[in-house]
């Protein structure tokens, strides 16, 4: 990306689940969520929005190759996206142990997400 043009941060998490998707597909809709930006057209080449980019790093905790990046990619409207992956984020205890799911435990994951566009 030559230019950063917006940043913005969000914070997602599975309660129960295990699933680095959902944590990250609601880290990913936190950052983006409450945003606009009516006049990015006007600083893009071209003044053409197809000529956007769209750079989204996630900290997650545990289970990185889970992650389908492709569903991560569909949550980012316009752009060309690319989806960048570290450790981070956390994983903690949720409090609660569901006997009836043996093959879950009792953590809760914490993804973060930053969301970087230009061009």
Not at 36 to 58: E, F, T
Not at 70 to 92: F, H, N, R, S
């Amino acid at each position: 990306m030559k230019e950063i043009i917006f940043i913005e941060t969000g914070t997602g998490v599975d309660l129960h689940g295990q699933d680095v998707n959902e944590a990250a597909k609601r880290a990913v809709m936190d950052a983006i969520h409450y945003n606009s930006m009516p006049g990015i057209r006007k600083v893009l080449p071209d003044q053409d929005i197809n000529n956007m980019k769209v750079n989204v790093k996630l900290g997650i905790p545990k289970d990185l190759e889970n992650l389908d990046e492709d569903k991560i990619k569909k949550l980012l409207p316009y752009g060309t996206v690319t989806v960048e992956t570290m450790t981070g984020g956390m994983a903690t205890t949720s409090g609660i142990f569901l006997e009836d799911q043996k093959d879950k435990n009792d953590l809760m994951y914490i993804v973060n997400a930053v969301v970087e566009v230009g061009y």
